[in-house]
């Protein structure tokens, strides 16, 4: 079964930057075949929702979305030559800390609703702290 594995988390001070990338377990999954997506987990709180990255068009530029609280701060992308999808995350915030996820959706519509993503990773932990 084919599995997404997230890499790069750590711990950061406030106004820090971290990458995360995310690949999949076996070389034919195509992540440039599926919506991305990256979600987060706080300590007793609800996953949600961070950025998304719609299905690698030859024709069409990538569209992205994000949650408000990241707009401006964090960006996501691919790198296909890799089949890797990177977040890459600015300014960082004590409230950003969370287990973030990597997901992938094999739908057609941008969406940041987590039931339309099939496919998850395990997770990886940020810290940002003084």
């Known amino acids: 079964q084919v599995q997404l594995v997230e890499s790069g988390g750590g711990s950061v001070q406030p106004g820090g930057s971290l990458r995360l990338s995310c690949g999949a377990s076996t070389a034919a999954f195509n992540l440039n075949h599926y919506i991305m997506g990256w979600f987060r987990q706080a300590p007793g709180k609800e996953r949600e929702f961070v950025a998304a990255i719609s299905r690698n068009d030859a024709v069409n530029d990538d569209t992205e979305i994000y949650e408000d609280s990241v707009k401006g701060r964090f960006t996501i992308f691919r790198d296909s030559a890799k089949n890797l999808v990177v977040l890459e995350m600015t300014i960082l915030k004590p409230e950003d800390t969370a287990v973030y996820y990597c997901?992938?959706?094999?739908?057609?519509?941008?969406?940041?609703?987590?039931?339309?993503?099939?496919?998850w990773g395990q997770g990886t932990q940020v810290t940002v702290s003084s």
């Open positions: 997901a992938a959706n094999g739908g057609i519509a941008l969406t940041w609703r987590s039931a339309e993503y099939g496919y």
